[in-house]
């Protein structure tokens, strides 16, 4: 859980990075020195518990820090998706950048084709508004990122697997 909050830091930080809007760029760099902090308590609070054994208290201030860390993530992905919206300069040649770059522009795209599709639909109410029963929810990075979970069964398979850990590799 520690390392995946890392993953969601590393890939945060490479969107504010190339993120061309100043506040969007300052508010995904705040929430990703956030989920930092809370990824190190967890880290700690799972070493001392490690240690010290089973107990209540530290069972849960370990459930109570994980649920924390599930709500910085979602804040990450939240800024993520505003920076991706409001537009990415060019990612440098490192492997990881052009990866997250790659990841959101497909992201994009697809968010762009659901709103085409949704702007099409036809089916209004009787005041001339469209309809949203029955629509489907715009895709966000955070649906996405939890289908790529381990334990999801469209786990798509990367093209060029490799030892070390990449962002985009790991679930959240």
């Known amino acids: 859980m520690v390392s995946d909050g890392q993953v969601v830091v590393k890939f945060g930080n490479i969107l504010a990075k190339h993120c061309l809007d100043q506040r969007c760029s300052t508010d995904l760099l705040r929430a990703t020195e956030h989920t930092q902090s809370i990824s190190s308590q967890l880290g700690i609070v799972a070493r001392v518990k490690a240690v010290t054994g089973e107990s209540k208290a530290s069972s849960e201030l370990l459930l109570s820090n994980v649920q924390n860390l599930i ?81 999801s069964r469209n786990i798509p398979k990367h093209p060029n697997p490799r030892k070390e850990h990449r962002v985009m590799d790991r679930p959240v």
Do not use: M, Y
């Open 71 to 151: 709500q910085a993530v979602q804040h990450v992905l939240r800024a993520a998706e505003a920076a991706c919206v409001k537009g990415l300069g060019q990612p440098s040649a490192d492997p990881e950048e052009e990866e997250v770059a790659a990841f959101c522009q497909q992201w994009r795209k697809n968010l762009t084709q659901h709103r085409a599709k949704e702007a099409l639909n036809s089916d209004r109410d009787e005041l001339g508004l469209r309809k949203t029963r029955g629509a489907k929810a715009e895709p966000t990075l955070t649906s996405v990122v939890q289908e790529q979970t381990p334990w």
